[in-house]
């Protein structure tokens, strides 16, 4: 009986926990990208533009992927464990937010939007997760990301 009890009174608060996970990771994500759009339109009109297009190129090829394809409806797509999927977006979001620290210059004549275009390529699968395997593994993901912009910050 007194685990029934644990679980009731751990599961509400889970449940705020994960709402919070979830929107913070979408939020660390979309919160980047709108800082390089930004800082590139504070430096030029063309970089700005540029920087707007590299966040929709992996939408845009993601949407056309999942929905004129079949690369997204594989039988073995839900075999991922999720503490993989956890360790794969910490270790790729620290590579994103490494990347921002050490190569973003909006001030740089001839830049290709790397930083964007990586930002925008986590969003979009984290996005396809949820979409297409599962609330947890979107959440694993969440947790990743959090991880790894804590680990970015205290080690910045």
Not at 5 to 34: T, W
Not at 53 to 80: C, H
Not at 87 to 99: D, H, K, N, P
């Amino acid at each position: 009986m007194s685990n029934g009890s644990d679980s009731g009174g751990r599961g509400p608060l889970l449940k705020i926990v994960n709402v919070a996970i979830a929107l913070s990771g979408i939020g660390i994500l979309v919160g980047h990208m709108l800082y390089l759009i930004i800082a590139s339109f504070a430096f030029s009109p063309g970089a700005g533009i540029q920087s707007i297009m590299a966040n929709l190129i992996p939408p845009l090829a993601i949407t056309y992927i999942a929905f004129f394809t079949d690369a997204f409806k594989s039988p073995y797509r839900v075999g991922i464990p999720r503490l993989n999927i956890y360790v794969i977006s910490t270790l790729w979001a620290l590579i994103v937010f490494t990347i921002f620290g050490n190569l973003f210059d909006p001030e740089a004549i001839f830049s290709v939007p790397w930083v964007e275009l990586l930002f925008s390529f986590t969003l979009v699968i984290m996005i396809t997760l949820y979409r297409g395997m599962s609330k947890q593994a979107y959440l694993a993901a969440c947790y990743g990301i959090i991880t790894a912009f804590f680990t970015h910050v205290v080690f910045l």
